[in-house]
């Protein structure tokens, strides 16, 4: 409802003095200006709103005549936006994978790594100190073994000649007091090969030891079936004098040992047929590394 303000008050008053016909001419101007006034607003925003009606189907109808172009871009759009999304999400996974192969990295032992994640650094270092006695433990065994073999060699004089049923022979020189080869185990050997008092090969004279495993084929430069035999029942730290037989040997067809990349001064000829006679020395035997 309209609410009457003082002008409207003043004509109601002057009408009531005699001028009954003014009044109901400025009451409804008043009236009409007043409802004017407040339905312009509401008229021009339904203005605003056919405009943007009218401009809405105007684009509307332009893009019914003009040519299918949109919609053709709508899947470039979309696929270009699945293909950024494809990419963000590979980028991810590499960046995961990184960090993966970077902590396995970090990592060289899967115990410690577990003790450290469960028991904190406490466990870490329990783990470090296992280890830490471990490895003295095992250099102490090594050195007692050293010590053994120190002590247990003797030198033996006029020792009597063995001879195996395959015809090979030996004589102790030194019987040693350390650990006797087994198949697979590293033996160090230096000795001496002659053959008729002509020598072929000497490792002494070198200053190179060999170094093979016990029990494998083929034979390192000198070596022969006959001497790995004789070395079977030698402990580390032994000498003896081994008289080896040609069939276990070089047999009829002899050898000629040429040098090699190792040893490049290596030369020798052994005879077709020709007994040799080593003096080797048995320096160490170990267990190979893994």
Same mark, same amino acid.
């Given at each position: 409802?309209?609410?009457?303000?003082?002008?409207?008050?003043?004509?109601?008053?002057?009408?009531?003095?005699? &001028?009954?016909? #003014?009044?109901?001419?400025?009451?409804?101007?008043?009236?009409?200006?007043?409802?004017?006034?407040?339905? !312009?607003?509401?008229?021009?925003?339904?203005?605003? /709103? =056919?405009?943007?009606?009218?401009?809405?189907?105007?684009?509307?109808?332009?893009?019914?005549?003009?040519?299918?172009?949109?919609?053709?871009?709508?899947?470039?759009?979309?696929?270009?936006?699945?293909?950024?999304?494809?990419?963000?999400?590979?980028? /991810?996974?590499?960046?995961?994978?990184?960090?993966?192969?970077?902590?396995?990295?970090?990592?060289?032992?899967?115990?410690?790594?577990?003790?450290?994640?469960?028991?904190?650094?406490?466990?870490? +270092? #329990?783990?470090? *100190?296992?280890?830490?006695?471990?490895?003295?433990?095992?250099?102490?065994?090594?050195?007692?073994?050293? /010590?053994? @073999?120190?002590?247990?060699?003797? @030198?033996?004089? =006029?020792?009597?000649?063995?001879?195996?049923?395959?015809?090979?022979?030996?004589?102790? $020189?030194?019987?040693?007091?350390?650990?006797?080869?087994?198949?697979?185990?590293?033996?160090?050997?230096?000795?001496?090969?002659?053959?008729?008092?002509?020598?072929?090969?000497?490792?002494?004279?070198?200053?190179?030891? &060999?170094?093979? $495993?016990?029990?494998?084929?083929?034979?390192?430069?000198?070596?022969?079936?006959?001497?790995?035999?004789?070395?079977?029942?030698?402990? !580390? *730290?032994?000498?003896? &004098?081994?008289?080896?037989?040609?069939? +276990?040997?070089?047999?009829?067809? *002899?050898?000629? $040992?040429?040098?090699?990349?190792?040893?490049?001064?290596?030369?020798?000829?052994?005879?077709?047929?020709?007994? $040799?006679?080593? =003096?080797?020395?048995?320096?160490?035997?170990? &267990?190979?590394?893994?």
């Amino acid at each position: 409802m309209l609410s009457l303000h003082q002008g409207d008050v003043a004509n109601v008053r002057q009408s009531s003095r005699g &001028i009954p016909y #003014a009044f109901p001419i400025r009451f409804c101007r008043n009236l009409h200006r007043r409802a004017t006034a407040r339905s !312009a607003p509401e008229k021009s925003s339904l203005r605003v /709103a =056919d405009t943007a009606t009218e401009n809405s189907s105007t684009d509307v109808n332009a893009g019914d005549t003009a040519k299918p172009t949109l919609p053709q871009q709508a899947p470039v759009a979309a696929r270009a936006t699945s293909g950024a999304g494809t990419e963000v999400t590979t980028a /991810a996974a590499r960046k995961q994978q990184q960090q993966r192969s970077v902590r396995r990295a970090e990592s060289t032992d899967a115990v410690a790594t577990f003790l450290t994640r469960r028991f904190g650094i406490a466990g870490g +270092l #329990a783990w470090l *100190g296992f280890l830490a006695v471990g490895t003295l433990g095992e250099q102490i065994k090594t050195r007692m073994e050293v /010590a053994n @073999e120190v002590n247990g060699t003797k @030198e033996v004089q =006029d020792a009597p000649e063995v001879v195996l049923p395959s015809g090979v022979r030996y004589r102790d $020189l030194r019987v040693g007091g350390g650990q006797s080869p087994l198949k697979g185990y590293l033996v160090v050997l230096d000795y001496t090969a002659t053959t008729d008092g002509v020598q072929f090969e000497s490792t002494r004279a070198r200053g190179k030891p &060999i170094v093979y $495993l016990y029990g494998s084929r083929p034979f390192t430069g000198g070596m022969c079936a006959g001497l790995e035999q004789a070395l079977a029942t030698m402990r !580390a *730290g032994g000498r003896r &004098i081994v008289t080896v037989p040609a069939d +276990l040997g070089f047999g009829e067809r *002899g050898a000629v $040992l040429r040098p090699t990349e190792h040893v490049p001064d290596k030369k020798g000829l052994v005879p077709p047929g020709a007994t $040799l006679v080593y =003096d080797v020395e048995l320096v160490r035997v170990s &267990i190979p590394p893994s």
